[in-house]
């Protein structure tokens, strides 16, 4: 610490080796009421302190590019102690990167203090992974620590200025995504850098550079190193983009796909699978675009969904019932999943709904289609037929009574029953052993 401290003072006379380009309103396009309200306060109430504040990273980038951004993060030169003393409704959360969640109304605000540029005493794992660093730094270097040029970009919703060290803007206005240092050693201290990068790429349609690009492939295996948490994190912001299915196919392509969905190429190699799965990819991008609600359990559901069938499959024809075999197949490849991607088990909970009720859909007689259209997930599961059928593996016939029946009223479904199959069962009839009711039907 006393090390990092005497470098930072001794290097304050020092030119920048980065200066900053000040952009004004008239030259970056940003329109101050595209800011949402609790980060204009945030940074109002920060700076009125004597600190510096700005709007920075995504949302800049976003509003630079014509986007909306869906959350606003602030930087400052204030620790997180003092951000704390500053807002009555906030608090100190994370350990490898402590930040301040800030509530303004409705809104919660990422306050973040600007950190120094990494050293020899940074912690890191034996593959060079970042793994604590809390050190403070000046706003020149907390630019240098951002990943891409076009997330280090810093907005000042009080002067209306772009603060850009690293010619972020220019590269946005290039179609450009290009890194800030080597891009080897940042893939080393972040390997969820490898994501950003094909889930920016695909969100603003970006070249990568070369120098970003070229190393991928070959670090790719340092995914394996990420905590499940953090990659399951990832992989919903990746999804739930609005770009999921140029997302997956940049995916494929720079050889990522296998470290986070390990049973996705062998759901490539079957012609429905991969049908059924890019379906739904490009299903949920639809939804998103048109803002409406989407979730993340029907869409692991679709993407897990083939997995699921083969080893089903595999257990009924080696004999098994049933109903005890799907239980089991989905158990087992949720856990392969789990090994690798932390999945919530209220998600999980959806994603087991969904696929118990597939095989309720052919019960079309009797009392069972009254009851599946009771069921909670029932919606979900129908959509989910829908997808199956789309791409052939469901009959459409079969999605388009369930349709038929959901809109029909109570004499019509009677009359839509098919006839019921199943085995009939005897009823006794109670307080009478099987003799006695015989002698009594004689009487009569």
């Known amino acids: 610490m006393i090390r990092k401290l005497l470098r930072r003072i001794f290097k304050r006379g020092e030119p920048s080796p980065h200066p900053v380009e000040i952009i004004p309103a008239e030259r970056h396009g940003i329109r101050p009421e595209g800011v949402s309200p609790g980060a204009r306060r945030t940074c109002e109430t920060l700076q009125q302190a004597g600190h510096r504040a700005y709007v920075v990273g995504g949302a800049v980038r976003d509003l630079i590019a014509g986007r909306q951004p869906k959350d606003f993060d602030i930087a400052t030169d204030a620790t997180p102690d003092e951000v704390r003393r500053l807002f009555r409704r906030s608090r100190i959360i994370g350990r490898r990167f402590q930040i301040v969640h800030v509530m303004q109304g409705g809104e919660t605000l990422e306050v973040s203090t600007f950190r120094a540029a990494h050293d020899e005493d940074t912690l890191k ?38 603060f850009d060290y690293h010619h972020g803007v220019r590269d946005l206005q290039r179609k450009t995504l290009r890194m800030i240092g080597d891009s080897r050693a940042r893939y080393r201290e972040d390997p969820v850098r490898m994501l950003r990068a094909v889930r920016f790429s695909a969100k603003l349609d970006l070249r990568l550079a070369p120098q970003v690009q070229a190393p991928i492939r070959e670090m790719a295996e340092l995914i394996e190193n990420v905590p499940s948490s953090r990659l399951f994190d990832e992989m919903l912001k990746l999804l739930f983009s609005g770009h999921a299915v140029e997302c997956v196919k940049r995916l494929r392509e720079d050889g990522l796909h296998q470290g986070l969905l390990p049973l996705l190429d062998v759901i ?37 969904w083939h997995e699921v069938l083969a080893n089903w499959e595999k257990r009924k024809n080696n004999g098994e019932p049933p109903v005890p075999a799907l239980h089991t197949a989905m158990d087992e490849v949720l856990d392969t999943q789990g090994e690798k991607l932390a999945i919530t088990r209220r998600i999980a909970g959806d994603i087991k709904d969904i696929w118990l009720l597939q095989p309720r859909f052919e019960k079309r007689g009797g009392r069972a289609p009254f009851r599946l259209i009771e069921q909670q997930r029932f919606r979900a599961a129908w959509d989910f037929l829908l997808l199956r059928a789309k791409s052939g593996e469901a009959p459409q016939e079969l999605a388009d009574w369930w349709l038929a029946f959901q809109e029909a009223g109570n004499a019509e479904r009677e009359a839509m029953l098919k006839p019921d199959s199943g085995p009939k069962k005897r009823r006794r009839s109670r307080g009478r052993k099987a003799g006695e009711a015989g002698a009594a039907d004689a009487v009569l």
């Open 125 to 162: 794992d034996e593959h060079g992974r970042v793994l604590r660093d809390n050190v403070w730094g000046s706003m020149e270097d907390d630019a240098a620590r951002r990943d891409f040029t076009i997330n280090a970009l810093y907005y000042d919703p009080i002067s209306g200025a772009v």
């Open 268 to 304: 490539f190699e079957q012609p429905l699978g991969e049908k059924f799965v890019m379906l739904a990819l490009a299903d949920t991008d639809l939804r998103i675009r048109a803002d409406k609600r989407t979730s993340p359990g029907f869409l692991f559901a679709t993407l897990l």
